[in-house]
């Protein structure tokens, strides 16, 4: 059964670093998401992506987030100078397979990030 | 705005009993509703769904819920528990559509005693 895969696991970096966190949703999906979850804390909405652009943001996902489809298979979360406060869970989905009106988002099994 | 709140963060229960996991919405417009589960390493699985058709749902692992517009709630039961049922539970909102962001309740983790 197709599935959202996200490399890595577990990533560790240093504050003001640069981490790109990447996915690969299932292959006929048309829409990507990218979600966090802060420990003991709600998942919480950052992005979404559809047609080669951002279609919703929420206001954590200010400027030093961005997000990439850069070969039609890969979809990467860049944060540009990590905080303390972005060590979380970060989850990737995708939804809507082409030709079909609906369908649930798809997750994959998560990033830790842990910024020290 | 929308939101959920999930009435319990942690309930416990034996074996073979019941299950209910609490869930209350706030919608302006109709919504979707999701019980999405989550084990341990694992990724966030969805185990049912309500689109504004029946209102008894029924999702995998014989878990249901019901929308209950008038209460505006969409608490999952299941007639009796499983030890693999023990992870996360979330309960979840949508009104953008189906390709929408998702409000995530604060979850409960649900504990099945031997």
């Known amino acids: 059964e197709p599935e959202v895969t996200q490399t890595p696991s577990h990533q560790v970096t240093q504050m003001g670093q640069e981490v790109i966190l990447r996915c690969v949703p299932i292959?006929?999906?048309?829409?990507f998401y990218w979600y966090r979850q802060i420990l003991g804390q709600k998942v919480e909405f950052l992005v979404s992506?559809?047609?080669?652009?951002?279609?919703?943001k929420s206001e954590i996902f200010d400027d030093q987030f961005s997000v990439e489809r850069p070969d039609g298979s890969n979809f990467t979360l860049k944060i540009r100078s990590t905080k303390l406060e972005d060590s979380a869970m970060y989850f990737c989905?995708?939804?809507?397979?082409?030709?079909?009106?609906?369908?649930?988002?798809?997750f994959g099994p998560g990033t830790r990030l842990t910024v020290l | 705005a929308q939101s959920v709140t999930q009435l319990d963060s942690h309930v416990s229960v034996s074996e073979g009993t019941p299950v209910l996991l609490r869930c209350n919405y706030s919608?302006?417009?109709?919504?979707?509703l999701f019980w999405y589960v989550q084990h341990p390493n694992k990724g966030l699985q969805l185990l049912l769904k309500?689109?504004?058709?029946?209102?008894l749902v029924k999702g995998i692992n014989g878990f249901e819920a019901e929308f209950k517009k008038s209460e505006t709630s969409f608490h999952l039961t299941k007639p009796s528990a499983h030890m693999s049922d023990a992870a996360e539970y979330f309960c979840?909102?949508?009104?953008?559509?189906?390709?929408?962001?998702?409000?995530f309740g604060q979850g409960t983790t649900l504990q099945v005693k031997p």
């Open positions: 989905a995708s939804s809507v397979p082409m030709g079909t009106s609906y369908n649930e988002q798809f």
């Open positions: 292959s006929n999906h048309l829409y």
């Open positions: 992506f559809y047609n080669n652009e951002i279609s919703e």
């Open positions: 919608s302006s417009y109709s919504p979707s």
């Open positions: 309500y689109t504004s058709a029946a209102t």
């Open positions: 979840v909102v949508t009104v953008s559509g189906n390709t929408g962001k998702l409000i």
